[in-house]
């Protein structure tokens, strides 16, 4: 068995006395392991960094086999990450929850190439919260978790929808939240792609998206926690605020 695909690092460790497991995210292939000969290596250990564009080929006996990766850089996104802390913390968030959330082996080719572009972006410190937000929202529907965010869920206005309904992520107007209101999720302007992006809004978004991603995909997947690197690159961002 072989192929060959463009993938983004999310996670390695240490097999053996020279090797290294590792886990990509490819286009075709989902999330995908395999072991890297020499992966601790001076040459080979510094480009299996976590958010590395690669291009890697996987050989295998059998399919279902853990198989065996060779690696080539196509660009590291470390630099970008390493001088700015919120960088990083986006950095470790996006590849953190792509290892906790995505099923091995089943293709993304969408979120794949959102990821591609989000983390090209690491660095532009005005643009990465907003995108970061829409990524987890668009990682949200590809998982099964769309939010609803069109028409109120009880009346079916477009106009002054402020909540989102925590059981169906749906949009719920001011009027019809009533006694729910305290009950309900945020809707920020910036969740349904209208008007400018103010950090408060951003900083909304995220309570919503989180909301779910710890509700229901952290509940649906068992007993794991979400992964505290989300939770640490939201502190970073709203410490700014």
Not at 10 to 34: K, M, N, P
Not at 161 to 167: A, F, N
């Amino acid at each position: 068995m072989e192929w060959r695909d463009e993938g983004i690092l999310l996670t390695t460790r240490r097999h053996g006395e020279t090797s290294a497991i590792i886990e990509v995210f490819t286009s075709a292939h989902g999330r995908h392991a395999g072991v890297v000969r020499g992966g601790t290596s001076r040459k080979i250990a510094p480009v299996l960094q976590p958010g590395a564009q690669l291009d890697v080929t996987w050989r295998a006996r059998l399919e279902d086999h853990i198989g065996s990766f060779t690696v080539e850089p196509l660009r590291s996104r470390a630099a970008a990450a390493m001088g700015d802390r919120l960088a990083l913390a986006g950095l470790n968030a996006v590849t953190a929850l792509l290892a906790f959330a995505l099923p091995e082996r089943e293709a993304h080719a969408t979120l794949f190439t959102q990821t591609e572009r989000l983390l090209d972006l690491l660095g532009q410190g005005e643009l990465w919260p907003l995108a970061y937000l829409r990524w987890e929202v668009l990682l949200l529907e590809e998982l099964g978790y769309r939010l609803d965010l069109g028409a109120c869920a009880v009346t079916g206005t477009t106009e002054d929808l402020v909540y989102v309904s925590p059981k169906s992520g749906r949009a719920v107007s001011r009027d019809a939240a009533g006694d729910w209101a305290d009950r309900m999720l945020p809707l920020p302007d910036v969740l349904r792609g209208i008007g400018p992006a103010p950090d408060n809004e951003v900083a909304e978004g995220f309570v919503t998206t989180g909301y779910f991603l710890k509700a229901h995909l952290a509940q649906d997947l068992g007993t794991k926690p979400l992964p505290e690197a989300r939770a640490r690159f939201v502190e970073a961002f709203t410490r700014r605020l």
